[in-house]
């Protein structure tokens, strides 16, 4: 069965850092594009950042440049993003998608999302 499986969310003050988890099950996660998603209260999913396959490439949305570091471990077929200097704006459910660099509708395989509230 192919899966994405997340972990780490939770809550932080602003100011605070999560890293979130995905691990992949069923294939093997380096031959697709790799990506997060996150939808804010209320709000449509927006992509937050993503890994090309090939040259390894990562983008980043211009509201966490600077602040988040996506990265994958081929050999634990898991994804991770590292949020630092987190804000309000960032409080959402946070989705590891693949494939996750060609937009929400090319994406086939969903993990199951994680609530990341920022709040004092």
């Known amino acids: 069965q192919l899966q994405l499986v997340e972990s780490g969310g939770g809550s932080v003050q602003p100011g605070g850092s999560l890293k979130l988890s995905c691990a992949a099950s069923?294939?093997?996660?380096?031959?697709?594009?790799v990506g997060w998603f996150r939808q804010a209260p209320g709000k449509g999913r927006e992509a937050v950042s993503c890994?090309?396959?090939?040259?390894?490439?990562?983008n980043y949305a211009d509201s966490v440049k600077g602040r988040f570091t996506q990265s994958r471990d081929d050999a634990k077929d898991t994804m991770y993003l590292q949020m630092t200097s987190l804000t309000p704006e960032d409080t959402g459910v946070y989705f590891c998608?693949?494939?996750?660099?060609?937009?929400?509708?090319?994406?086939?395989?969903w993990g199951q999302g994680v609530q990341v509230t920022v709040s004092s």
């Open positions: 069923g294939f093997t996660l380096n031959t697709y594009s």
């Open positions: 890994i090309s396959i090939g040259e390894g490439t990562t």
């Open positions: 998608a693949v494939p996750g660099c060609e937009g929400e509708s090319r994406v086939n395989l």
